[in-house]
C-alpha cells in the first residue's frame, strides 16, 4: 500500500514512516511543506495519505487545504488528517463532500503504534476514523443544545463509537453487549436523531456526524 505522510517535525515525520514501512506500506514520499504535499498527492497516485493540519509556511490549514484541493481533483482520495488539538471545524471540512475514506485522529493516538496503523488501514479501505475526544466534544456542544438529548445512555455510548467507525459487531465485543442489542440501540438512535437507517458502516457514520455537526 502505497503511503505519502506530511508532517514538519522530522523526528515525527521519520517515526511515522519507519513504523508504517515496519507494518508492510510503501512509504513514496515524506514531505514536511503544503506545496510539497499536494505535489505528492497529484503526482504520486497514494493509496493513501497521513497529514498534518498544520504545515509550512504559515502554519495554518495547509495540509487540510492541500487534501482538500487533492480530493476534489481525485475524489474519494484517502486522508487521515493529525492535529495537535480536537478543533471541530476540521472534521466539519474533512466530511463535507460525504465520499468517506477520511480520518481525523489527535497526535496523542500515534503514540499508540497499533491503533495508528489500524486508522491508515481502515481510511485506506475507505472507512471514517474520527478520535473519539472529537466526537465527545460533538456530543457534550450537540446534548447541550438538546440535539442529542432524547438519547439514553447506552444510546450515547453505541453513537460515539458508531461516529468512529466502528461495525455493530465491534460495538457489542466494546460495550460487552450483544449485537442485535446494538441493532436494537441503532434503531432508537436513527429514529430519535430523525436519520435513514442504512446497513452501510461509512455512510451511517457520516449522516451521524452530519447531524451532530450542523
Known amino acids: 500500500m502505497r503511503v505519502v505522510i506530511a508532517e514538519d517535525l522530522v523526528l515525527l515525520r ?10 508492510g506500506f510503501d512509504v513514496i514520499a515524506a514531505v514536511d511543506n503544503g506545496p510539497a504535499l499536494l505535489r505528492a498527492l497529484l503526482d504520486d497516485n497514494p493509496d493513501v495519505a497521513v497529514v498534518d493540519i498544520r504545515l509550512p509556511p504559515s ?28 478543533e471541530q471545524l476540521y472534521a466539519r471540512e474533512l ?67 458508531m461516529a468512529e467507525g466502528r461495525s455493530n459487531l465491534a460495538i457489542s465485543q466494546r460495550l460487552h453487549i450483544s449485537e442485535s442489542a446494538v441493532t436494537k440501540h441503532t434503531a432508537g438512535i436513527f ?16 449522516a451521524v456526524l452530519a447531524y451532530l455537526n450542523r
Open 59 to 86: 502554519f495554518t490549514d495547509e495540509g487540510l487545504r492541500a487534501a482538500l484541493t487533492a480530493r476534489r481533483k481525485r475524489p474519494g482520495l484517502p486522508i487521515l488528517l493529525l492535529s495537535q488539538y480536537v
Open 14 to 23: 521519520d517515526g511515522l514512516a519507519h513504523l508504517l514501512r515496519d507494518e
Open 191 to 206: 429514529t430519535k436523531l430523525d436519520l435513514p437507517i442504512s446497513t452501510d458502516d461509512n455512510r451511517r457514520v457520516l
Open 95 to 161: 466530511l463535507a463532500d460525504q465520499a468517506g475514506a477520511v480520518g481525523y485522529l489527535l497526535k496523542d493516538r500515534v503514540s499508540d503504534g497499533g491503533q495508528f496503523v489500524d486508522a491508515v488501514r481502515r481510511v485506506a479501505g475507505g472507512g471514517t476514523v474520527l478520535d473519539p475526544h472529537v466526537i465527545s466534544r460533538l456530543l457534550k456542544r450537540n446534548t447541550a443544545r438538546g440535539t442529542v438529548a432524547a438519547l439514553t445512555d447506552r444510546e450515547r455510548d453505541v453513537l460515539a463509537l
